[in-house]
Structures are given as C-alpha cells and as structure tokens.
Nanobody
Framework: VQLQASGGGLVQTGDSLGLSCTSS????????MGWFRQAPGKERKIVAA????????YYADSVKGRSTISRDNAKNTVFLRMNSLKPEDTGVYYC?????????????????WGPGTLVTVSS
C-alpha cells in the first residue's frame, strides 16, 4: 500500500489548513486510517484517526474541536482539516493505514506509512 500526503505548507497562527492522503490500494476501505504529527526532536504522535467506513473518529486532545478527519473510500483518500492553527501544530504530518480495527492511538499498530508533509505554523 502506497500513501501520498499533500497539503502541507507555511501558514500563520489562526489559519486553517487541509491535508489529504491518497492511497494506491484499491481496497482502501479495508484499512482504518490515521494522521500523525512529528514535531522537531519529538516522537511521532497521533493527531486523528478514522475507522474503515468513516463512522468512528478519534482526535488527540490537542486538536479536538478544531480538526476534522474524514475519508472518501471511492477516491481512496483520507482528509484532515485543521482550524485555528497554533505554532505547536508545527511538524511533519504522516498518514498511515491500519489493518486492525483497534489500536488507533499507537504508531506500532499501523502497517503502512506515507512519506509525510511538513506543516509550519508561524507565530
């Protein structure tokens, strides 16, 4: 499974940004998906996750209420919309695919990773 994220860039505090991740896998709907962020010098952490059918979502406390994860299985794509961006949202954002229906929070539970896209939020 190949994943390719796009949509990163340099934005200002308070701006909004949309990320997308497209999969090469024709059975995309078999995978739960997640977005992770890795800030400079820090470990990779979950930002948001979504179930295979898109009915169940999870958000890290740091983005809850200002981010939305969604997916379009017909287009093999998962999205992350972030509003009211803060400097602490800066990092490389990775999308990842998970075969298991559980364990959304943990890096090691994901089977496939895209190369990441950099988001920089200036203060």
């Amino acid at each position: 499974v190949q994943l390719q994220a796009s949509g990163g860039g340099l934005v200002q505090t308070g701006d909004s940004l949309g990320l997308s991740c497209t999969s090469s896998e024709h059975t995309f709907s078999n995978y739960a998906m997640g977005w992770f962020r890795q800030a400079p010098g820090k470990e990779r952490k979950i930002v948001a996750a979504i179930s295979r059918g898109g009915t169940v979502t999870y958000y890290a406390d740091s983005v809850k209420g200002r981010s939305t994860i969604s997916r379009d299985n017909a287009k093999n794509t998962v999205f992350l919309r972030m509003n009211s961006l803060k400097p602490e949202d800066t990092g490389v954002y990775y999308c990842a695919a998970r075969r298991s229906s559980t364990g959304a929070y943990y890096v090691n539970n994901y089977n496939y990773w895209g190369p990441g896209t950099l988001v920089t939020v200036s203060s």
